[in-house]
């Protein structure tokens, strides 16, 4: 708020003649980075306001140069993103599109780009909405668009897919597990097309199990979920990208717990989720209480001294 009020010094002394030079783009940029990192209560509020200032002042004083750019309008969408108001998502597609109506205008400083379509899809995947998926992945479709067609600046990468996936992730729907499993393969044929930004890890892979994991409905809804969670188990022997941490094996024994009712088959499977998990090396005590929990008949056979090639690959100070 300090920093608000020697702008407005700032801005009185060059209205008054005091000084030749008032504030720039930067000052009005830097100060709502100031307002992003500090995640104050009202901080959208100040935001907005800011962003206002910048373009009334634009206009009266004739200076396209304070005129609010890519970078203030990303930056402002990254606010709303952390916002816990009710309204923040529709405020933030609000400023979305008259940024895009600013560029489709002729103002080439105000191009949205993969930064500022992220962040709005962080808004979307915080939002709580039963939309918030579909909101997503349209956002993601449209920047897949404008990028085969040409616009580099739309340049999909992991983040932006990671985002998305988990905006399904997030939601309530029962084919979250089947949405957010479509999303990975159009990031992995993204990446093996060339686009090495969009470049599969393990947080995308962690983020499908949460999805399955956490899907809702009946039987059939959960079977697709399973199969799901099947097919990320087998991703891992198709792809030398993955190499899962001990968060990917907890993360899958809890939600075959939440799949599958029948012990034999949750027996067979979680089987399979340990032995993969002890072949790499990735053993850790959060994944033997999770075993524990979903099949304590197969955590009682284990031996009482852990094998050292079992844990040989954990991270040290790996966190959970």
Not at 133 to 153: C, N, Q, V
Not at 154 to 159: I, L, R
Not at 212 to 220: A, D, M, S
Request: glycine share 4%; with cysteine; proline share 3%.
């Amino acid at each position: 708020r300090q920093a608000i009020q020697f702008l407005d010094r700032m801005e009185k002394s060059h209205d008054t003649g005091e000084i030749e030079e008032g504030p720039n783009r930067y000052a009005y940029t830097n100060l709502l980075h100031a307002i992003s990192q500090s995640r104050v209560g009202d901080g959208e509020l100040l935001a907005e306001d800011l962003m206002e200032r910048m373009d009334n002042r634009s206009r009266e004083l004739n200076d396209e140069s304070i005129r609010p750019d890519t970078h203030a309008y990303t930056t402002l969408i990254q606010i709303f993103s952390h916002s816990r108001q009710p309204d923040a998502v529709e405020r933030a597609q609000r400023w979305f599109q008259k940024m895009e109506k600013r560029h489709e205008d002729g103002d080439s400083g105000s191009k949205p780009n993969k930064v500022t379509c992220t962040a709005l899809i962080n808004c979307w995947r915080r939002s709580d909405r039963e939309e918030a998926g579909e909101e997503a992945e349209s956002i993601l479709s449209t920047m897949e668009t404008k990028y085969k067609d040409g616009d580099l600046d739309m340049k999909p990468d992991a983040f932006v897919y990671a985002s998305a996936i988990d905006a399904w992730a997030r939601s309530k729907s029962h084919d979250k597990a089947d949405r957010a499993w479509n999303i990975y393969q159009r990031m992995k044929t993204q990446y093996l097309n060339g686009n090495m930004e969009s470049k599969p890890n393990n947080i995308i892979m962690t983020s499908i199990i949460k999805a399955c994991g956490y899907t809702r409905g009946g039987r059939e809804d959960k079977q697709r979920a399973l199969k799901v969670l099947l097919e990320c188990m087998a991703e891992l022997k198709s792809t030398e990208y993955i190499n899962p941490s001990p968060l990917f094996y907890r993360s899958s024994l809890n939600a075959l717990k939440a799949l599958v009712v029948d012990d034999a088959r949750r027996r067979s499977i979680s089987a399979t989720i340990f032995e993969t998990c002890c072949r790499n090396g990735q053993l850790d005590k959060t994944v033997l209480v999770a075993l524990e929990n979903v099949q304590p008949e197969l955590y009682e056979k284990l031996p009482r001294e852990i094998p050292s090639k079992w844990e040989r690959n954990v991270s040290i100070g790996y966190s959970v």
